[in-house]
């Protein structure tokens, strides 16, 4: 990761670009400290250009607000690509560092006591928290989705029927027994009963998901619906896992660690307050 720091008259951008991890901690670390002894103890990190950030970063930012704070200061975030934005919300840190869609604004916000707007995303990249889901017997789709609803990737055989048809929905829950997720249906028309029915209670699917704190890629497993809610906008399922790795699993255990010790250091920041 990159640093670039932009000093202005009463306080400082820095612009962060490439992936904040663990390694790059103490680089942010340092600039804020090299900063606070010049006397600039207003700061924004624009993270238009981070596209990746794990739990040690986060925890960076939020040590990074309690130390700028305790000498009067603050800090603010401007900008974060869509990556960001998604672990920042749902780690809920945007409770204790306003998060701001222009430099500008966050730079206001030090002298103002209001509250902060959520930042606009600028790229559609795919969210960290997506669930791609694909049926384990693919001719079931075939009950409920037309032709040209499905993406075919191989030439249809009269052995292999051509489905390749995935969903994408919305993780709202994870650990190392299973998962929930919500589904609007898509581009594919279904109405929430539809929905329902095809993803109903027994049946079995392929999921795909990130965990953005830890890594890039997806990880795989298989799941068998136990759960299926309709609702006015789609569907909320819950699903077990019934065949997953033990290097994921160990991982989704990891990346609940993270999350919970996130949530407990918001909670004192937010305590303190």
């Given amino acids: 990761m990159h640093i670039s720091v932009e000093p202005r008259e009463d306080h400082a951008i820095l612009h962060l670009r490439g992936e904040f991890d663990t390694y790059y901690v103490p680089l942010l670390q340092k600039e804020i400290d090299d900063l606070a002894k010049a006397g600039i103890v207003r700061v924004v990190l624009n993270l238009r250009l ?3 950030i794990n739990s040690t970063a986060l925890g960076a930012i939020i040590k990074a607000s309690k130390s700028l704070g305790a000498k009067n200061g603050k800090l603010a975030l401007s900008r974060p690509s869509a990556f960001c934005r998604d672990i920042i919300e749902k780690v ?9 869609d222009t430099d500008e604004a966050a730079v206001e916000s ?3 006591s209001r509250a902060a707007p959520k930042a ?3 790229d559609q990249a795919e969210e960290s928290s997506s669930v791609l889901f694909t049926p384990l017997d693919e001719s079931r789709i075939q009950h409920f989705l037309t032709q040209s609803q499905l993406i075919v990737k191989t030439p249809m055989t009269k052995d292999k029927p051509a489905s390749a048809w995935s969903g994408a929905g919305r993780m ?3 650990d190392e027994h299973g998962m929930r997720f919500t589904w609007n249906g898509g581009h594919t028309g279904l109405s929430p009963f539809a929905m329902a029915q095809m993803l109903s209670i027994g049946t079995e699917w ?3 998901f990130r965990l953005p704190l830890l890594q890039r890629g997806y990880c795989e497993a298989v799941a068998v619906v136990g759960e299926v809610e309709e609702r006015p906008e789609g569907v909320k ?4 896992f019934r065949a997953i790795d033990d290097t994921t699993r160990k991982a989704i255990q990891q990346y609940a660690k993270d999350l919970a010790f996130l949530k407990d250091e918001l909670r004192r920041a937010t305590d303190k307050k």
């Fill in 237 to 240: 399922v819950g699903a077990s």
């Fill in 172 to 174: 709202s829950a994870l």
């Fill in 92 to 100: 809920g840190l945007d409770r204790v560092v306003g998060v701001f």
């Fill in 206 to 208: 392929k999921v795909k």
């Fill in 120 to 122: 606009a995303v600028e």
């Fill in 110 to 112: 030090f002298d103002k």
């Fill in 50 to 52: 981070v596209k990746f």
